[in-house]
């Protein structure tokens, strides 16, 4: 059975699950490890791919159980401190004019739409007690 996937707001995302898997936009493939099928298979980045295809370029396209078998391995091996070191440099600056100068993708901008949507009715519910 094929499903577009559900966001924690409710919202459909554009990647779509069969059974567990992703679909992949060029072959019409199933793949629990999107991005993996696309660099290997078709030589194409994933970033480039999700470009391609309005994806959120800094959300992973592979199934939770790929996911969380990830996340266990960084923790296990302590990646994320690491991480958290080599990114000093390239952490956001408060004042840095490069910041937000960059085009979004379709899900983000839904995404960020579905917020200001969200902040609006809260002020107006704040406004009228």
């Not at 199934?63 to 994320?80: D, F, Q, Y």
């Not at 991480?83 to 408060?94: A, H």
Request: proline share 1%; hydrophobic share 25%; with cysteine.
């Amino acid at each position: 059975m094929k499903t577009i996937n559900k966001n924690k707001h409710g919202k459909d995302e554009r990647a779509v699950f069969e059974e567990g898997k992703l679909q992949c936009e060029i072959c019409k493939g199933w793949y629990k490890h999107l991005g993996s099928h696309v660099a290997q298979r078709h030589r194409i980045p994933a970033r480039k791919y999700k470009e391609l295809f309005g994806l959120d370029v800094s959300k992973g396209i592979v199934i939770e159980t790929i996911k969380e078998k990830m996340r266990k391995s960084c923790i296990r091996n302590k990646n994320g401190a690491r991480l958290m070191e080599s990114g000093v440099s390239t952490r956001y600056k408060k004042g840095d004019k490069r910041a937000g100068d960059y085009k979004r993708s379709e899900e983000t901008l839904t995404r960020l739409r579905g917020y200001g949507l969200r902040m609006e009715k809260q002020k107006k519910n704040l406004q009228k007690s």
